[in-house]
């Protein structure tokens, strides 16, 4: 069943998790509590965006994996 976008927008809250993770690790693992697999999530390193793998564990978790180990903090954001 396709949804009216009007509908979705008026029906659904949107809310934000963001943490900040501290380098040396290749993969992460965020518990978010938004209660949705239905996020996005950005991953940034000095304000650029980051690239990486995503999964998502479940409704409250996400999983970030990078091609080596991290250098810096990594901020990360969530919408859900």
């Known amino acids: 069943m396709k949804a ?3 509908e979705v927008t008026s029906q659904s ?3 934000k998790y963001v943490e900040r993770l501290e380098p ?3 993969h992460y693992r965020i518990v978010h509590s ?4 239905d996020v996005i999530v950005q991953a940034r390193i000095a304000g650029r965006v980051r ?3 995503i999964s998502i564990v479940d409704a409250n978790t996400v999983g ?4 080596g180990t991290l250098n810096e903090p990594l ?4 919408l859900g």
């Open 51 to 53: 690239e990486g793998g």
């Open 34 to 37: 938004l209660g949705t697999e």
């Open 64 to 67: 970030l994996t990078f091609g």
């Open 24 to 26: 040396g690790q290749t």
């Open 4 to 6: 009216n976008v009007d």
């Open 13 to 15: 809250q949107v809310r």
């Open 75 to 78: 901020d990360v954001v969530i």
